[in-house]
């Protein structure tokens, strides 16, 4: 019977309504917070969509430079092949040219193979920087 008489006196009233205000009001954050749970687990999956999709794009230009790079690879391979091939020839005429200006006696100027022909990796002009930034490339 005590508790009963606790239960209906004036200042548990009190204590029953602050429950009840700080239980709804416990619902509220909690709602809340599972609203900012969910926008920011949304804001995640946007995140990680548009990272997918930038590293597709990312892919695909290394695919086009990877193609470009196969492709003048073995551009450069059969233009190494065809100057080597055109520098023997040169060579085998300078050759037929010596012996007949030393059987004829004439007084034939042969020029000499550039440097530059038999020796490609040399450029014969100094190498240039090429000026390039972040910026050159979009994202």
């Known amino acids: 019977m005590a508790s009963k008489?606790?239960?209906?006196?004036?200042?548990?009233?009190?204590?029953?309504?602050?429950?009840?205000?700080?239980?709804?009001?416990?619902?509220?954050?909690?709602?809340?917070?599972?609203?900012?749970?969910?926008?920011h687990l949304d804001e995640l999956i946007e995140q990680a969509r548009q990272m997918q999709e930038e590293n597709k794009k990312l892919?695909?230009?290394?695919?086009?430079?990877?193609?470009?790079?196969?492709?003048y690879s073995s551009e450069n391979n059969v233009l190494r092949a065809q100057l080597s091939k055109l520098t023997d020839r040169l060579g085998c005429l300078n050759s037929?040219?010596?012996?007949?200006?030393?059987?004829?006696?004439?007084?034939?100027?042969?020029q000499s193979i550039p440097d530059s022909l038999l020796e490609p990796w040399q450029l014969p002009y100094p190498s240039q920087h090429i000026p390039a930034s972040a910026q050159m490339f979009p994202c």
């Open 96 to 110: 037929v040219l010596e012996i007949a200006s030393e059987v004829n006696g004439l007084d034939v100027d042969i």
């Open 59 to 71: 892919r695909s230009m290394i695919d086009a430079s990877a193609d470009l790079y196969i492709n």
């Open 5 to 39: 008489q606790q239960a209906n006196s004036p200042g548990s009233s009190g204590d029953d309504e602050r429950k009840r205000k700080r239980m709804l009001s416990n619902r509220e954050s909690a709602r809340r917070s599972r609203m900012r749970k969910q926008k």
